[in-house]
């Protein structure tokens, strides 16, 4: 295990009193500091930014990467999809790191923090394949994906390109991982199965590859990812098992509850996963809070939402939350969680961020 600086030791279930990590970002017990002051990150996902069709597939629309950052406020925070996909051209396959830097590059003209997601469980914006059971277990060394590179490959060669930028808040090494299989039925979330021992696996995952995160830069925070309710591997106490692990600083929880206080089914839900968290001695953020509008709802009703879910989670004891998500051309005829340029949601990360 590689160490880092704490100003306390670590105890064997990975809690600590305060991990420096040397770095812009360090955690205490029940929160994030940044450049050594107390931070409430708020802000946006912003899933597309590494979108450039004259390069990469692409994931939904292009950005203007000044106009969308110079936008934010002082110490907001984005959470972005550094997938490997972002980083192959479309026509020779070869790799081309141009979108994505100049994802850093914009966000350090505007003095803005981001949080890499180094890829996602469902596949989306990649290959299409689910990460099964057997992905964590051992398929994150050996199975090729974007570029021809095993996620483990990847990891080591994203983190070690950008780790030296001073934007970077922290690395979430999975997007929403759980510990399911897929069935006959298919990939689809209602098909999956859980058999037993799923915590294992997603524990021994995060040790193993959260290590060797930490052995290319141990400057920064580990995100869980966690989506935080009932999913395989992570239902109940064994949400706690996964996040005790030493090489996760940073809990998750993925709200997109239908009312204010709608957090998922009872011990699996945002107030268990609280309590587990200031056990385990570590903060949590929400890292996804999702409402829908356009067809379905003003987006100034949906802005109202958002301002009480906020103020609600940061009271009950959480350590930020993100909105899902931006999107450069939203669609207001549609029901969706789309947030433009120029939606009111804007004005409460404004607002909230501290």
């Not at 290959?127 to 974007?146: E, I, N, P, V």
């Not at 587990?276 to 379905?296: F, T, W, Y």
């Not at 989670?313 to 340029?341: H, M, S």
Request: glycine share 12%; aromatic share 10%.
């Amino acid at each position: 295990m590689v160490a880092v600086g704490c100003s306390t030791s670590s105890s064997s279930d990975g809690s600590s009193d305060h991990n420096d990590f040397s770095g812009r970002v360090t955690t205490t017990p029940t929160g994030l500091q940044l450049d050594g002051h107390d931070w409430w990150p708020t802000g946006f996902n912003a899933y597309q930014l590494g979108t450039d069709w004259s390069v990469n597939r692409g994931c939904g629309a292009e950005v203007d990467l000044d106009k969308y950052f110079a936008a934010l406020p002082p110490r907001a925070l984005t959470r972005i999809s550094l997938f490997a996909m972002f980083a192959v051209d479309k026509t020779s396959g070869l790799v081309d790191y141009g979108p994505l830097d100049a994802v850093f590059a914009a966000a350090a003209r505007h003095g803005q923090m981001i949080l890499p997601v180094l890829t996602g469980s469902t596949g989306a914006c990649e290959d299409g394949r689910f990460k099964d059971r057997s992905w964590y277990a051992d398929g994150w060394r050996t199975k090729k994906s974007s570029g021809g590179m095993t996620f483990a490959e990847w990891m080591t060669t994203a983190v070690n390109r950008w780790k030296g930028r001073p934007t970077v808040a922290g690395w979430e090494l999975v997007g929403e991982p759980e510990a399911s299989i897929c069935s006959d039925r298919g990939c689809d979330w209602q098909a999956r199965e859980c058999p037993g021992g799923g915590a294992a696996v997603l524990r021994t995952f995060f040790d193993e590859a959260g290590e060797q995160l930490r052995s290319i830069d141990p400057a920064r925070p580990i995100f869980a990812g966690l989506i935080g309710g009932d999913q395989c591997g992570t239902e109940g106490d064994d949400y706690a098992t996964v996040g005790a692990s030493a090489q996760v600083d940073v809990l998750d929880f993925h709200d997109y509850g239908g009312g204010p206080t709608d957090y998922g089914p009872a011990g699996s839900d945002l107030p268990t996963r609280i309590e587990q968290a200031r056990r385990l001695g570590k903060p949590i953020v929400v890292n996804e809070i999702g409402i829908n509008a356009g067809s379905c709802l003003p987006v100034a009703t949906r802005a109202d939402q958002f301002r009480d879910k906020l103020s609600e989670q940061r009271a009950a004891g959480t350590a930020g939350g993100l909105l899902w998500a931006f999107v450069p051309d939203p669609r207001p005829d549609e029901c969706t969680y789309d947030i433009g340029p120029d939606d009111p949601a804007w004005k409460v990360v404004a607002e909230k961020v501290g």
